[in-house]
């Protein structure tokens, strides 16, 4: 059986762009991929390359597990877990470490422009979490890694700790394969939509939707949406950025060809094409956040995790004594 593998930081509150671009194409790829296990996890390890206030951090983690059950994975079908709780992670990521090399983590494009603009305080794990995806990855021999365009050489850099591991100590790990969904992979700001959607890189509330917002809230963002002055909605992502992305949600969520939706709005304005997709994206998450709060403060939720939290560590320790094995670590047993 194969199996996927896929993490997300609680770094923040989850956005559309999330909801689309990630957790809705689990939801997918679980009923579609049967001969699949997934392990689903919150990456909180990772949250620590920068400062985090412990309480927050926490909140977010929790926040995290709920919405992934809100939003349509099924615990049943899914293992998901929290990175932290499976001690693997670290162990392996620090014999990714000692598999890579200084030159390779610094050619990380994310790492050199987080360099750039925090010019000070730069910890450790920045330059060496990608070891720590790696990691992640190796560790359940995954097959399958769902990765934006942006994560495509974080995946490379797998690929290598894996072949250069299985050279030196012999067959040990799977070399992962990545995709890309085609479909609203990557959801832009609704204030500035040439850039990612993102709680964090903006300064106006209106450039993102986030999952729990209320649902009056969700309307008006969608509403007041940057676009252009030709009233034309066509895709066309160089020369209309704006309208090409909110085509892109539309699509994304009725899982109608933007061709289709272009053609039904051939004749309409940009106002009555925002009023639809207001309602759309609200009717979407409503039902979301309906489930949110009947999971977020109970013991299904604990459940969940501590299941597909034993799940993982009954697949990590074996393979981290294999690991220990084919190197020399400990005692042979």
Same mark, same amino acid.
Do not use: W
């Given at each position: 059986m194969?199996?996927l593998?896929?993490? +997300? &930081? ?6 559309l ?6 957790? #809705?194409q ?16 919150i ?5 620590i390359?920068? =400062?985090?206030? #412990?309480?927050?951090l ?6 995290i597990?709920?919405?992934?059950v809100?939003?349509?994975?099924? =615990? ?11 001690s693997?992670h ?10 890579l090399?200084?030159?390779e ?5 994310q ?5 750039? !603009? ?5 910890? %450790? !794990?920045?330059?060496?979490? @990608? ?9 359940y021999?995954?097959?399958?890694? @769902? ?7 974080? $995946?490379? $850099? ?17 070399? @992962?394969?990545?995709?890309? =969904?085609? %479909? ?11 850039? &990612?959607?993102?709680? !964090? ?14 649902l009056?809230?969700i309307?008006?963002k969608?509403k ?7 009233? #034309?909605?066509?895709f066309?992502?160089?020369?209309? =950025?704006?309208?090409s ?12 060809t933007?061709?289709?939706?272009e053609? !039904?709005?051939?004749?309409?304005s940009?106002?009555?094409?925002k ?11 409503? @039902? +979301?956040? #309906?489930?949110?709060?009947?999971? +977020?403060?109970?013991?299904e ?25 084919? +190197?020399?670590?400990?005692r042979?047993?």
């Amino acid at each position: 059986m194969k199996r996927l593998v896929s993490g +997300i &930081k609680p770094t923040g509150e989850m956005t559309l762009g999330n909801y689309i671009g990630a957790i #809705k194409q689990f939801v997918k790829l679980q009923d579609e991929l049967k001969d699949t296990e997934f392990y689903i996890f919150i990456a909180d390890l990772h949250a620590i390359t920068t =400062p985090q206030e #412990k309480q927050t951090l926490r909140k977010n983690i929790k926040n995290i597990a709920a919405l992934y059950v809100a939003c349509g994975l099924d =615990p049943n079908r899914v293992n998901l877990f929290i990175q932290s709780e499976v001690s693997e992670h670290a162990t392996l990521g620090y014999i990714m470490e000692s598999t890579l090399y200084i030159g390779e983590m610094e050619r990380m494009i994310q790492f050199k422009e987080k360099r750039q !603009s925090q010019t000070e305080g730069i910890r %450790t !794990s920045l330059l060496t979490y @990608p070891a720590l995806m790696a990691a992640d990855i190796l560790l359940y021999d995954a097959d399958l890694v @769902p990765v934006g365009e942006d994560q495509m050489q974080h $995946l490379e $850099l797998t690929k290598i700790a894996a072949n250069r591991f299985n050279h030196l100590y012999g067959d040990t790990f799977t070399v @992962p394969e990545g995709f890309t =969904p085609k %479909t609203g992979a990557r959801i832009m700001g609704l204030q500035n939509p040439t850039k &990612k959607m993102s709680k !964090s890189d903006t300064s106006s509330s209106k450039d993102y939707i986030l999952l729990l917002d209320d649902l009056a809230v969700i309307k008006n963002k969608i509403k007041s949406a940057v676009t252009d002055s030709d009233n #034309k909605i066509i895709f066309d992502k160089e020369n209309k =950025p704006g309208i090409s992305n909110l085509l892109t949600i539309y699509s994304a969520i009725t899982n109608k060809t933007i061709k289709e939706i272009e053609t !039904s709005y051939q004749n309409k304005s940009y106002g009555d094409f925002k009023n639809d997709l207001a309602i759309i994206v609200s009717d979407e998450i409503a @039902p +979301i956040q #309906k489930r949110y709060n009947e999971i +977020i403060n109970s013991k299904e939720l604990d459940t969940y995790l501590n299941r597909g939290r034993d799940q993982a560590q009954l697949i990590a320790k074996r393979k981290i004594q294999k690991v220990f094995d084919k +190197i020399g670590l400990g005692r042979k047993k």
